[in-house]
């Protein structure tokens, strides 16, 4: 009996440390060049999650302008350059930068912030063209910019 | 910073030559003449006040496929042409406590509306800037006695659409100086916000990389003097603001209203970007 309230208050104080862990979007601490060191969540990404959250649309919709040979998702988009072999050109911190906001990396580009909560003009509830809601979530969770940092990990052509 | 600064460089000139690259690739080098009599210029210089942002212009129907730019090019195939028709048809039918019809103050719709569709949307005597369909429905509640048509309504989409027909190959004239100036500045302040929580402006899709792919759509300038168009995705008539608010709301944006002030100074800002196009009267698009 003992022994088993021990185990769920350890659970418990898990679970709440992890949340603790988790850093807000208004908390990331961007370097000058952009990059973000430090993991969002503490916990490791998921490769295929993260190939998943970047082929779909009502994610990370990355395919709308980059095209990527390794997702199975059909008309990508140039809007941006290609992501192949972006492991090759970017460490692990610049990448969660370029997904987290793109705009620390590049000045003005007109790639979205995954994980940005405002201030924005006119911010919408999704795509219905109504006013967001007061608590508007990021486009990505936490979990899900590491899920897509680690899938772009994979991206290596050297 | 260094990095910063090198890295953004190099992403702008590999943009760079990616999007002239697709420009040449992708956007159609064919002159639309519709039923083999009627040239309309759909690429010209840019004017003046573009400088800086476009060289050229081009109409939205350059960046359309093979078969949906033939649809434009014979009035047999463009199905928007049964909406100019049931417009044409009421022009001249009374309606109204005053029982009278277009026809009874404008004549003939090929003489009294000839050229107005490419000076839309211009300053009113009263001072306020209104679009083709503010005009109509003031002639409608002020002059007929009827009913205003709502903006997106059937009766509205028929009757600009009919109108703009008259003016086809006609250039853009839209007028932006003097009292629709303020207008003109406002619109062109919207046009470069970078709106929603995407944070996009029209110019970042329009300016920055027409000739481009966002998924499967092809990307063109943005230009309004194709419309009202027909969509092939809707099977019906796409107004102006119609596209605007699409437009914003895809950015995940709270978007503003068909007839809204905002959405008339965008239009007579979007318009002036044409300047140098010819008036489509009734394009086709996906």
Known sequence: ?158 | MTLRTSRTILAATAAFALSTAALHAEMADDELVINGDTPITVKAPAADHLEGHLDEVYSGWLFRTDETRAMEQDDFDNPIMIFAEQGQETWSTADGSEGKSCADCHGDISEGMKGVRASMPKVNEAGKLWSMEDYINDCRTNRMGAEAWGWDSTPMHNMTTAIAVESRGMPVSVKIDGDAQPFWEKGKEMYYTRYGQLELSCASCHEENYGNYIRADHLSQGQIQGFPVYRLKNAGVVSIHNRFKGCIRDTRAETYSPGSDEFRNLELYVASRGLGLDIEGGGVRP
């Open chain 1, 1 to 158: 009996m003992k022994r088993h309230v021990a185990w769920a208050a350890m659970a418990v104080t898990f679970a709440a440390s992890a949340a603790i862990a988790e850093t807000a979007p208004m908390d990331v601490k961007f370097t000058d060049v952009g990059a973000v060191a430090e993991s969002l969540t503490g916990q490791p990404g998921d490769a295929t999650k993260g190939a998943e959250v970047a082929a779909t649309k009502s994610l990370g919709n990355c395919v709308a302008c980059h095209k990527v040979s390794a997702l199975d998702a059909s008309f990508q988009g140039n809007v941006g350059p290609e992501l192949n072999g972006a492991a090759d050109r970017w460490d692990e911190s610049q990448l969660r930068g370029i997904v987290v906001d793109a705009k620390h990396t590049f000045e003005g580009t007109v790639m979205p912030a995954m994980y940005k909560t405002g201030p924005f003009i006119r911010p919408g509830d999704g795509y219905t063209g109504k006013a967001a809601p007061a608590d508007l979530p990021p486009i990505l969770n936490a979990q899900q910019v590491e899920d897509v940092v680690a899938f772009l990990m994979t991206l290596k052509e050297e």
